[in-house]
């Protein structure tokens, strides 16, 4: 039976997911810096995928990016 992620693996996935998405995204640049203005930045192209908010989405980010991966072992450890 498959259990729903808790908080830490969430943000520790969506983390994952914005290095994937930027570095797809700087791969096909040319060279420009402009971006083109119909492009969905990461946080809004996730929010619409996952049925959050960007908001949320930027905050498991954000907690993912700043918490050491001891303390998010040690987390998810006392989860389970």
Known sequence: MRSELDQVQKSEHLAKRKLLWEARRLAGTTGSTK???????????????????????NRSVSRAEQTCQEARDLLAMLNS
Do not use: D, I, N
Not at 35 to 57: D, M, N, S, W, Y
């Open 35 to 57: 971006k083109p203005q119909h492009e969905k930045q990461f946080a809004a192209e996730t929010a619409e995928l996952t049925g959050t908010t960007r908001k949320q989405v």
